[in-house]
Nanobody
Framework: QVQLVESGGRLVQAGDSLTLSCVAS????????MGWFRQAPGKEREFVAG????????RYADSVKGRFTISRANSWNTLYLQMNRLEPGDTAVYHC??????????????????WGPGTQVTVSS
């Protein structure tokens, strides 16, 4: 099993930058892929970014490509999401998720086995 806890979410202004963190415990962190998803009120959970277990492969949603960067520090059991040029449309609860397969990072929520409770990001215009 894996326990995930996100942090770093807060209220920011449009154009600001913010870094989210996700600390994992349990199974060896370097053995599974990770992803970031977000969910705005009244909307479905959507893929933001994913990273392979060894950080060799990353993928991004088109809406964040060029603005967000996913990374991981396996020695610290920590996943990061660097978010630049934030927009009001980025407002959501951000969740990290773990996928125990060794495949490339996936974009479908149902393909991840463990989830953190989320951290709120609010971007004001």
């Amino acid at each position: 099993q894996v326990q995930l806890v996100e942090s770093g979410g807060r209220l920011v202004q449009a154009g600001d930058s913010l870094t989210l963190s996700c600390v994992a415990s349990g199974r060896t962190f370097s053995s599974y892929a990770m992803g970031w998803f977000r969910q705005a009120p009244g909307k479905e959970r959507e893929f933001v970014a994913g990273i392979s277990y060894d950080a060799e492969v990353t993928r991004y949603a088109d809406s964040v490509k060029g603005r967000f960067t996913i990374s991981r520090a396996n020695s610290w059991n920590t996943l990061y999401l660097q978010m630049n040029r934030l927009e009001p449309g980025d407002t959501a609860v951000y969740h990290c998720a773990a996928d125990f397969s060794l495949a490339a990072p996936k974009s479908t929520p149902g393909q991840y086995q463990y989830w953190g409770p989320g951290t709120q990001v609010t971007v004001s215009s």
